[in-house]
């Protein structure tokens, strides 16, 4: 390919409104235009590395067993009504206006409903199954908040697979697959990725998992520990329980006045106490009955866990009335002492406080000195909380923080979708069971970005081969000059000819300008070819990631690069 003849529209300045790296260099570098809020056109450069990533997945997916299909983005909300799915979604789901020739139509942010659908339609028996079904297509979610380019848009390319299985030790052969066939996938785009464990919904156990690529530029936090033992979402993570401190001698219970201070500063500030020595009671309605939690006054509810340990359908925060009602006082006075008649599930490290300070259920005031049992009891104590740091894994090792971006989820689904939209099969013995499903997605464009983030430096983009957007990148410098073209397009050609991609700059423009492009779109292999290089008998050959130059010989050149690619 002839530069001259290409489309690659590079910027000098970095766009104002670009924050993260990747979007900063994916603009810079010419790969993407936003067309949209959210909606982002690739441009020839950014569609290649598009298209390359696609063949990786399409070759793993088609290994692993999966079969390709194809299925329409517009899908009748009815469908969604089955599963109850056109509420959970919310504002996320698109619809579109209803018209005399089309009613119920929404944009499918993925497809469980429309894979059911097919699926419930032609198999039912047991020797139809197991089948795994996937697609690479568009994906509609009217995200709250687009942001940083195109890690997270409301129009993006997803792989979506889902297996249907006749038993759980069948999903979980398939989802086995799917999981290797993931670690093969980004190991081949060069991704660093760690597969983290994730919410599992109501499989429970170990139903799902994220692959995670770790970037500041991120939204999402992973935990881990450094001798790689465990590694978590932070949704998810289960920490080892605190140890209790050194016995202290039991104050007694006062009750302090507090007037108008109702949060955990306000109350550690006054009564000149850490937060850690507070007890942070929260009232949750939890399928419509008050249910209370008690977390260390530093640590967060981790109402995933909450919800869990309850095994409720519903769970929010009770509202100003109820909390009046359970506790006698205003919000921010709340406290596990003297209530009774109302479930009280404690976090673990509630159970090893001692001379704690709590709400007075009394407006305006705070108890001190609160010790479990001899003031107050709990229905029971679980792991309610987020990890913070200082925790431990269960095997004891530290946790580490990092942030990261979801590029894949694997998810044993059960019997949510087949249930609610009756996909059933018979089994061997004629009896009628619903099929068993598993979900598995990959965020395609999020791959591309979440790639940039891992692999730039101050100059551009570096890509791996196997994604990027041409292998070799001649940049013929005096182009006016008869020979210096003959030489690179002579490299151009032979090396076309050997099926390796190649990009010739043939622009007449500036050496610097020209290698400064070339660092910016981050070919991973430069030959540079000059009137100087070429008296002495040489081309220039060089890395992208390193600074050495190597002087060859200009007929050796091809062969030296087909022999790295032989080697790759
Ligand atoms: P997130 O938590 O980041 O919003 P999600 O959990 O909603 O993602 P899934 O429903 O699991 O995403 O979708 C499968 C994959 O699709 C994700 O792992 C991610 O790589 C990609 N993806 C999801 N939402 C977006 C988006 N708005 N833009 C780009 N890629 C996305
Ligand atoms: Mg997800």
Known sequence: MHWSHFFIPTLKETPADAVVPSHQLMLRAGLIR????????????????????????????????????????????????????????????????????????????????????????????????????????????????????????????????????????????????????????????????????????????????????????????????????????????????????????????????????????????????????????????????????????????NEAKLRKHLDCKSLELANVETIRKVTGADVGFAGPVGLSDVRIIADQAVTIMQNAVTGANKTDYHYTGVNLDRDFSITESADLRYAVQGDAAQNGSPLVFEKCIEVGHVFKLGTKYSDAMKATFLDENGKSKPIIMGCYGIGVNRILAASVEASHDDNGICWPVSIAPFSVHIVALDVRDDTVMQTATKIHDELEAAGIDVLLDDRDSRPGAKFKDADLIGIPYRVTVGKRGLADGIVEFKLRTSDDVEKIAPDQIVGVIREKFANL
């Not at 441009?43 to 997916?61: F, T, Y």
């Not at 499918?108 to 429309?114: C, F, I, K, L, N």
């Not at 770790?214 to 881990?224: F, S, Y």
Request: glycine share 6%.
């Open 34 to 301: 936003q067309i949209a809020a959210g909606a982002y056109a690739y441009l020839p450069i950014g569609h290649r590395i598009l298209r390359k990533i696609e063949n990786i997945v399409r070759e793993e997916m088609n290994r692993a067993g999966a079969i390709e299909l194809h299925m329409p983005a517009m899908q009748p909300l009815d469908l969604w009504k089955e599963t109850g799915r056109d509420e959970a979604m919310g504002s996320t789901l698109v619809h579109l206006p209803d018209k005399s020739f089309r009613k119920g139509t929404v944009l499918g942010p993925t497809h469980e409903e429309v894979i059911t659908e097919i699926v419930r339609a032609y198999v039912s028996s047991y020797k139809q199954l197991p089948v795994t079904l996937y697609q690479i297509q568009t994906k509609f979610r009217d995200e709250e908040r687009p942001k940083s380019g195109v890690l997270r848009t409301r129009e993006f390319l997803m792989k979506d697979a889902y297996s249907f299985n006749p038993s759980l030790e069948s999903l979980n052969e398939s989802y086995e697959r799917m999981y290797e066939a993931y670690c093969k996938i980004y190991e081949r785009c060069g991704m660093p990725y760690v597969a983290v464990e994730a919410e599992s919904g109501a499989i429970g156990g170990d139903a799902s998992h994220e692959f995670m690529v770790v970037t500041d530029a991120g939204e999402d936090w992973l935990v881990r520990t450094e001798d790689g033992s465990y590694a978590a979402n932070v949704e998810r993570a289960v920490m080892a329980p605190l140890k209790a401190g050194p016995s202290q001698d039991a104050a007694n219970l006062e009750e302090v006045h507090t007037p108008g201070k109702a949060t955990i500063d306000e109350v550690s500030t006054l009564l000149k106490c850490k937060p850690s020595d507070m007890i942070k009671t929260i009232v949750y309605s939890a399928d419509g009955t008050p249910t209370i939690a008690l977390v260390r006054g530093d640590h967060e509810v």
